[in-house]
């Protein structure tokens, strides 16, 4: 494994020189899997490639955004024409009303939507916006989900359902954080006595509808009709972020699958076809705050950047075709099915959570369905299990808490392929 990697650990040690941890986002430093990253060089399809030249079946895809895979002909053929014409304008392109259009056909609860660069800007502008149309200040955030790291979203829950927040960062000021309530995600009661004593003072509720940033949490039957219901009895914003989720969990996203109307949504990812984007949008009454034509402002140099909305138009009429979902489905239960075998065959009880195409394997055999039972994986095991499905060539996210993301290009043979790597690599994890 050391000599397979040879030229990544050079690249790291000369990265971590320059570069806080060596890496520009946290988690790719591969340290809560104890070791250190693979340098990638090129993707195509289902596949990357090191720079040591090993090649890997890719189960991250970027974070999510590659659901077509690496290098997809037709994303490539418009960027390459889009190129032609210029890089940034900083003034309006047709491209964008174009991506708008698209997005707001898909999504019906969305009357408007605002582009942005990144996940984090989507979430951050959707709260101002929430608390600028209500008046009022608090948000409420669920234990586990992941919103970017905007300071108000960067909070850890107490133990109570209503202590105040603890910043999870330093830099966090307590004033900031005061402002956010944390409760456990799946548990309406204790959501509805923060309301019955709160309530009046919510500006909104933000949630991922299938958490997808403590491995995958379904959301149980009702949970997000009842949120639906309790954010409109008091008045709150529901925001539905669906950074991951939209255009994954169906067209459009986890909305469209489970029939929630959400006050606002927040997009990134797959609608940027793998270039930077991030989205905030919905009804009318409430997007029209937003400034120029309403008082609450946001901005962005990049906004709209004509690539990053360029591969997203692409990747998105890719996704109207017929049979998509119904393909990216087939594929990952055929995945989940053969990792649970597996993990039987070698003598391992884990708990398998998917929801379409973002699959999670917890090592661990009681149910998950919130923060505090996730938490009881066994991450010594995943580490374990992450490290042998890499040296067998299968790319895993490098925490037991982040989604498997199935894609398009992923292959029959291709997940055959994974799935014989996990029976080897589970038996090798059983042993331990
Ligand atoms: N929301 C969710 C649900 C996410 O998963 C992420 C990132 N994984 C974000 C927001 C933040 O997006 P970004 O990293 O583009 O800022």
Same mark, same amino acid.
């Given at each position: 494994?050391?000599?397979?990697?040879?030229?990544?650990?050079?690249?790291?040690?000369?990265?971590?020189?320059?570069?806080?941890?060596?890496?520009?986002?946290?988690?790719?430093?591969?340290?809560?899997?104890?070791?250190?990253?693979?340098?990638?060089?090129?993707?195509?399809?289902?596949?990357?490639?090191?720079?040591?030249?090993?090649?890997?079946?890719?189960?991250?895809?970027?974070?999510?955004?590659?659901?077509?895979?690496?290098?997809?002909?037709?994303?490539?053929?418009?960027?390459?024409?889009?190129?032609?014409?210029?890089?940034?304008?900083?003034?309006?392109? &047709?491209?964008?009303? @174009?991506? #708008?259009?698209? %997005? *707001?056909?898909?999504? $019906?609860?969305?009357?408007? =939507?605002?582009?942005?660069?990144?996940?984090?800007?989507?979430?951050?502008?959707?709260?101002?916006?929430?608390?600028?149309?209500?008046?009022?200040?608090?948000?409420?955030?669920?234990?586990?989900?992941?919103?970017?790291?905007?300071?108000?979203?960067?909070?850890?829950?107490?133990?109570?359902?209503?202590?105040?927040?603890?910043?999870?960062?330093?830099?966090?000021?307590?004033?900031?954080?005061?402002?956010?309530?944390?409760?456990?995600?799946?548990?309406?009661?204790?959501?509805?006595?923060?309301?019955? &004593?709160?309530?009046? @003072?919510? #500006?909104?509720? %933000? *949630?991922?509808?299938? $958490?997808?940033?403590?491995? =995958?949490?379904?959301?149980?039957?009702?949970?997000?009709?009842?949120?639906?219901?309790?954010?409109?009895?008091?008045?709150?914003?529901?925001?539905?972020?669906?950074?991951?989720?939209?255009?994954?969990?169906?067209?459009?996203?986890?909305?469209?699958?489970?029939?929630?109307?959400?006050?606002?949504?927040?997009?990134?990812?797959?609608?940027?076809?793998?270039?930077?984007?991030?989205?905030?949008?919905?009804?009318?009454?409430?997007?029209?705050?937003?400034?120029?034509?309403?008082?609450?402002?946001?901005?962005?140099?990049?906004?709209?950047?004509?690539?990053?909305?360029?591969?997203?138009?692409?990747?998105?009429?890719?996704?109207?075709?017929?049979?998509?979902?119904?393909?990216?489905?087939?594929?990952?239960?055929?995945?989940?099915?053969?990792?649970?075998?597996?993990?039987?065959?070698?003598?391992?009880?884990?708990?398998?959570?998917?929801?379409?195409?973002?699959?999670?394997?917890?090592?661990?055999?009681?149910?998950?369905?919130?923060?505090?039972?996730?938490?009881?994986?066994?991450?010594?095991?995943?580490?374990?299990?992450?490290?042998?499905?890499?040296?067998?060539?299968?790319?895993?996210?490098?925490?037991?808490?982040?989604?498997?993301?199935?894609?398009?290009?992923?292959?029959?043979?291709?997940?055959?392929?994974?799935?014989?790597?996990?029976?080897?690599?589970?038996?090798?994890?059983?042993?331990?």
């Amino acid at each position: 494994m050391q000599e397979k990697l040879k030229k990544s650990r050079q690249l790291y040690s000369e990265a971590e020189k320059v570069i806080p941890g060596g890496v520009n986002s946290p988690v790719r430093a591969f340290k809560s899997v104890g070791s250190t990253p693979v340098f990638i060089k090129r993707g195509q399809g289902a596949l990357i490639e090191d720079v040591d030249g090993n090649t890997y079946l890719d189960y991250v895809g970027s974070w999510g955004p590659l659901v077509l895979g690496h290098r997809h002909p037709k994303v490539m053929e418009a960027l390459h024409q889009c190129l032609e014409q210029g890089t940034s304008f900083g003034a309006p392109t &047709e491209l964008e009303t @174009e991506l #708008a259009r698209i %997005i *707001v056909d898909a999504l $019906p609860a969305m009357d408007m =939507v605002r582009l942005v660069n990144s996940g984090t800007e989507a979430t951050m502008s959707a709260i101002r916006l929430a608390r600028g149309y209500t008046g009022r200040d608090k948000i409420v955030k669920f234990e586990g989900c992941y919103h970017g790291h905007a300071d108000f979203l960067l909070i850890k829950a107490g133990s109570g359902a209503l202590t105040l927040g603890v910043p999870t960062s330093p830099g966090v000021p307590q004033s900031t954080a005061e402002h956010t309530i944390t409760v456990p995600f799946n548990h309406l009661d204790i959501l509805r006595k923060v309301f019955e &004593e709160t309530g009046q @003072e919510i #500006a909104a509720v %933000i *949630v991922e509808p299938v $958490p997808g940033n403590m491995g =995958v949490v379904p959301p149980l039957p009702g949970y997000l009709k009842g949120l639906r219901a309790l954010t409109r009895e008091y008045g709150a914003v529901l925001i539905i972020d669906e950074v991951m989720t939209g255009f994954r969990s169906a067209y459009g996203g986890a909305q469209v699958l489970f029939d929630i109307e959400p006050d606002l949504t927040c997009l990134g990812k797959i609608i940027g076809g793998g270039l930077p984007v991030g989205a905030y949008g919905g009804k009318r009454e409430i997007m029209s705050q937003v400034a120029p034509s309403g008082p609450v402002y946001q901005a962005g140099t990049l906004s709209g950047n004509p690539l990053a909305v360029t591969a997203g138009i692409a990747t998105l009429k890719i996704l109207q075709e017929e049979g998509v979902y119904e393909e990216l489905e087939t594929k990952s239960a055929q995945l989940e099915k053969g990792l649970r075998e597996a993990a039987g065959a070698a003598g391992l009880n884990l708990i398998f959570k998917r929801v379409g195409s973002m699959l999670c394997t917890f090592f661990t055999s009681d149910d998950v369905y919130d923060f505090e039972t996730a938490t009881r994986s066994n991450t010594e095991q995943y580490a374990h299990f992450f490290k042998l499905m890499l040296d067998k060539g299968v790319y895993l996210a490098p925490s037991q808490y982040e989604a498997a993301f199935m894609s398009l290009a992923h292959t029959k043979e291709h997940i055959e392929r994974t799935i014989e790597a996990a029976y080897h690599s589970f038996a090798e994890v059983a042993r331990l």
